[in-house]
């Protein structure tokens, strides 16, 4: 029905970037808001950024100023440009759409498979 399909994650040192991606595909009418989630283990999921389909944007304080949210709607594509990476940036991260599908006028979210990124030297 609606596929989200991420990359981008890997291992880059401390002071690196990295850009993820996640493309969504599927019966979708529309994509409101998007955004990026991460998890460690045993932590509960949190959210790390998110874009509505305005443009406005939203960052939990530990990434402002060193990551940048963006969405491509043609595309129904959102990326995350991580830069000055720490180690403690190291999670599984998602990315999480709210759509509305064809013929339906409810709202929906869906999840990413998740993508690691790790931060070590």
């Known amino acids: 029905q609606v596929q989200l399909v991420e990359s981008g994650g890997g291992l880059v040192q401390p002071g690196g970037s990295l850009r993820l991606s996640c493309a969504a595909s599927?019966?979708?009418?529309?994509?409101?808001?998007m955004g990026w989630y991460r998890q460690a283990p045993g932590k509960e999921r949190e959210l790390v950024a998110r874009i509505t389909s305005g443009g406005s944007t939203d960052y939990t304080d530990s990434v402002k100023g060193r990551f940048t949210i963006s969405r491509d709607n043609a595309k129904k594509t959102v990326y995350l440009q991580m830069n000055s990476l720490k180690p403690e940036d190291t999670d599984v991260y998602y990315c999480n759409i709210q759509a509305v599908l064809m013929g339906r006028s409810s709202l929906y979210q869906y999840w990413g498979q998740g993508t690691q990124v790790t931060v070590s030297s």
């Open positions: 599927g019966s979708i009418f529309s994509i409101k808001a």
